[in-house]
């Protein structure tokens, strides 16, 4: 497998030359999720995670901002369905959890427990694997005929803080030096920042004359209109982070990423 640079925006589960890490983090589970209160939060606890339900904090009816919140005091990566989640609480000026884990709806089906099993696997696997210093762990878990595959992007802090901002700047963007004042940092430092997330694919860069700006990527829109995880993976340099719980059929793998993949109730 393509070997990729430790400062890479992407990880991947069996790539990493980091072990993965040994305590299981906790976990939040959102109230949209599929048997979250119970036969998933015993599968998820059977792997030595502790598993707290926002009903369990009295939390189910609260806002995306505030179960946020509450993951980053309880440093709890979340799981939830709900694919705006990571866009509702950055626009409205939230801070992001450390990792957002977005699995799919779950149909009543008799082999349920068996699919329960293979999901909480995958999270499992997911939320064990290292995040890059100063980077917040976006990951989407989809479903294809039986198989779960996960699709793993690290973001920088700092761009999810700039949101707000860049949303209302639109195609204008950025200067240097307001960036600067935002991340409160000196100009050069601000610049060479930037010029990074250019190089990572989250901003994009555009001179006008003598003057240099910085805008909304379309791999960052992307991410957070949509979370098609899988349709971003290509726009990087870098992106094998696809693991599979069951291994792919003969003569290729489902929905993977162009470049390289991976195979892979009681209270607290």
């Known amino acids: 497998m393509k070997e990729h640079p430790q400062d890479s925006a992407y990880s991947s589960e069996t790539g990493s030359t980091t072990e ?63 694919k705006s989640f990571l866009k509702t609480v950055v626009t409205q000026g939230g801070n992001c959890p450390d990792s957002i ?10 082999e349920v427990s068996d699919t ?19 980077y917040k ?3 989407r878990v989809d479903q294809d005929q039986g198989d779960f595959v996960a ?32 991340c409160e940092r000196s100009t050069s430092t601000a610049r ?10 989250w901003l994009r860069k555009e001179r006008r004359g003598r003057n240099v700006f910085y805008a909304k990527s379309w791999l960052l829109e992307q991410v957070l209109g949509s979370l098609q995880l899988e349709r971003t993976m290509g726009a990087q340099e870098g992106s094998d982070v696809v693991s599979h719980v069951n291994p792919p059929p003969a003569g290729g793998s489902r929905g993977a990423p162009s470049r390289g993949e991976s195979q892979l109730d009681q209270p607290c």
């Open 101 to 110: 884990i977005v699995v799919p709806k779950i149909k009543k089906l008799p």
């Open 116 to 134: 329960l099993t293979s999901l909480a696997e995958i999270i499992d696997t997911v939320s064990r694997s290292l995040t890059i210093p100063g």
């Open 151 to 182: 699709y793993k992007l690290q973001v920088p802090a700092e761009v999810l803080q700039l949101v707000p901002v860049l949303e209302a700047r639109g195609e204008i963007g950025l200067s240097a030096r307001e960036l600067a004042l935002r």
């Open 20 to 82: 993965p890490l040994l305590i299981p983090p906790s976990l939040l589970v959102d109230q949209d999720v599929s048997f979250g209160s119970t036969k998933l939060r015993k599968s998820l606890q059977n792997l030595g995670h502790c598993v707290i339900h926002v009903g369990d904090k009295g939390l189910a009816d609260k806002s995306d901002t505030t179960i946020a919140q509450e993951a980053l005091v309880s440093d709890a990566a979340v799981i939830t369905s709900d």
């Open 137 to 139: 762990s976006i990951t």
């Open 192 to 201: 060479r920042r930037a010029e990074k997330w250019v190089k990572e694919g």
